[in-house]
Each structure stands twice: as structure tokens, then as C-alpha cells.
């Protein structure tokens, strides 16, 4: 399995942006999907996960209602829309995959799959 992100830029405060993941192989509908990010001197913290096709999803207090994480089993991709960004959510954005939403949740270091990255960059 391979993960790609892409998606990431440069954008304003109050602006958005979506995040794609696309995942390789024929396997994709057995993994859980989430996103991950890591701003600069900090650790790597939980963004937000969807659990299966879509049954349930979960999100860190801190994008609550302003992001939305979804999934097109069509096109193997799983998708972070991004409104109303703020200089704070400046980070690299990493995609994951695993078969145990639980593990996603946690941010173990035993999730399976890593994508390698993009950059969000928010202005004030």
C-alpha cells in the first residue's frame, strides 16, 4: 500500500483548502483513513479519522466544524476539506492508514500506512 497526499499551498486566513490522499492497490476499502499533522516544533497530533465508507467520522476539538474528512471508494482517495483556516493550523498534513480505527485514533506508531506529507501554510 502507498499512500500520496497532495493539495497543500500557501492560503489566507479565512480561506480553505482540500487535502487529498490517493491510496494505491486494490485493498482500500479495508482501511480505516485519518489525518495527521505536525506544525514546526511540535509533535505529530490527530486531525481527524473516518471509519470505513463513511459510517462514522472523528475530529480533534481544535478543526471541529470547520474541517470534513471523506472518502471516494471510487477513486481510492480520501479527502480533508479545510475552511476557515487559521495561522495555527499551519503544519505538515500527513495521511494514514489502518486496519483498526482505534489505532488511528490513538496516533500510535503502530498505524500501518504513512503518506508522505504536504504542506499547509496560513497567513494572517
Known amino acids: 500500500v502507498q499512500l500520496q497526499a497532495f493539495g497543500g499551498g500557501l492560503v489566507q486566513a479565512g480561506g480553505s483548502l482540500r487535502l487529498s490522499c490517493a491510496h494505491s492497490?486494490?485493498?482500500?476499502?479495508?482501511?480505516?483513513m485519518g489525518w495527521f499533522r505536525q506544525a514546526p516544533g511540535k509533535e505529530r497530533e490527530f486531525v481527524a479519522v473516518?471509519?470505513?465508507?463513511?459510517?462514522?467520522?472523528y475530529y480533534a476539538d481544535s478543526v471541529k466544524g470547520r474541517f470534513t474528512i471523506s472518502r471516494d471508494a471510487a477513486k481510492n482517495t480520501v479527502y480533508l476539506q479545510m475552511n476557515n483556516l487559521k495561522p495555527e493550523d499551519t503544519a505538515v498534513y500527513y495521511c494514514a492508514a489502518d486496519p483498526g480505527y482505534r489505532t488511528l485514533l490513538s496516533g500510535s506508531q503502530d498505524i500501518h500506512y504513512w503518506g508522505q506529507g504536504t504542506l499547509v501554510t496560513v497567513s494572517s
Open positions: 492497490g486494490r485493498t482500500f476499502s479495508r482501511y480505516h
Open positions: 473516518i471509519v470505513g465508507s463513511g459510517q462514522s467520522t
